[in-house]
C-alpha cells in the first residue's frame, strides 16, 4: 500500500501501478473521517494508517456503492464499531444490492460490482449539501445513480469518487481511457456523468482525488476542463 499526503488528506493506494484503488484519511482535530473502503483486503493497510495518525477512525463516508469502494466496509465496521456509516440515500439501494432502477432516473442499466453480501446498515443517509466534519456533500450522479463527491471546505480538496479518474490521464466517468478502461465500463450513464463532472470543475478545486489515480494538486481545473471537453466531443460524436 502506497501512502501520499497532501495537507490533511491521505490518500491510501493499492497495486499503483497496474490497478490503483484509492481511498481517503481527511484528518480532523481530533479524528479521522475515511472515505472509501476499497478493497476486502485493504483493512489492515487502513487501520495502520489510522494508527500512525493516531487519532481514530469515528466516520466511513462512501462515494458509492461499486465493489472496490465498499469491499472492506464491513471488516471495517466491525473492528471499529463506533464509526458512523454514511452513504447516499440513493446508493443505499445499492449498497444492499437492489439495482432496481426510479422511475425519475434515466433507464439505462446499472454497471459495475454492485455488492451482493454487505451486511454494514448505513447510519447517515446523505443529501446534497450535508456537511459531514470538514466536508461537504456533492450530489455527482452518472458513474452510479446515486454518487457523491466531497468538498473539505478548509482547504478546497476534492475528494470526487470516480467522478474523474486520474490515472493514465484524467477523464470524465464514462470515457474510456485505453489501457485503463475499467471506470468507464462500469459507468452507468454518460450524460449524467458529464453534468457532474462539469459541476466539480465550476467549484475551482486545489485538489482533485479520484478514485482511481494520483492526486492532482496542480491546476487540476484545467485537467478537468480538458477531460470535459473530450467527454463532450465523444457524446457529440454518438459514443454511449
Known amino acids: 500500500m502506497r501512502v501520499t499526503q497532501n495537507g490533511n488528506l491521505l490518500q491510501l493506494t493499492w497495486f499503483p501501478h497496474f490497478f490503483p484503488v484509492n481511498c481517503y484519511l481527511v484528518i480532523e482535530d481530533n ?4 472515505i472509501d473502503a476499497a478493497m476486502p483486503f485493504s483493512v489492515k493497510g487502513i487501520v495502520a494508517a489510522a494508527a500512525k495518525l493516531q487519532k481514530p ?26 464509526a458512523k456509516v454514511y452513504i447516499s440515500e440513493r446508493d443505499a439501494d445499492l449498497l444492499r444490492g437492489d439495482r432496481t432502477l426510479r ?22 443517509l446523505l443529501q ?8 461537504q456533500a456533492i450530489s455527482t450522479p452518472g458513474h452510479t445513480p446515486g454518487s457523491m463527491s466531497f468538498m473539505d471546505q478548509r482547504s478546497r480538496a476534492l475528494i470526487a469518487g470516480d467522478a474523474y479518474q486520474t490515472f493514465r490521464v484524467t477523464a470524465v466517468a464514462g470515457t474510456i481511457v485505453p489501457l485503463f478502461p475499467f471506470p468507464a465500463m462500469a459507468t452507468w450513464h454518460k450524460e449524467s456523468a458529464l453534468a457532474s463532472a462539469l459541476k466539480l470543475a465550476e467549484l475551482s478545486p486545489a485538489v482533485l482525488a479520484a478514485g482511481h489515480g494520483n492526486m492532482l494538486t496542480e491546476e487540476p481545473v484545467q485537467a478537468m476542463k480538458l477531460a470535459i471537453r473530450q467527454a463532450q466531443n465523444s457524446l457529440n460524436k454518438g459514443g454511449r
Open 31 to 34: 479524528e479521522l473521517t475515511l
Open 57 to 82: 477512525i469515528t466516520r466511513i463516508i462512501l462515494t458509492h456503492a461499486h465493489g472496490d469502494h465498499v469491499g472492506a466496509l464491513d471488516e471495517l465496521k466491525r473492528q471499529l464499531p463506533a
Open 103 to 124: 422511475a425519475d432516473e434515466p433507464q439505462m442499466p446499472l454497471k459495475g460490482s454492485v455488492p451482493k453480501n454487505i451486511t454494514t446498515v448505513p447510519d447517515v
Open 128 to 135: 446534497e449539501g450535508g456537511l459531514i466534519g470538514s466536508l
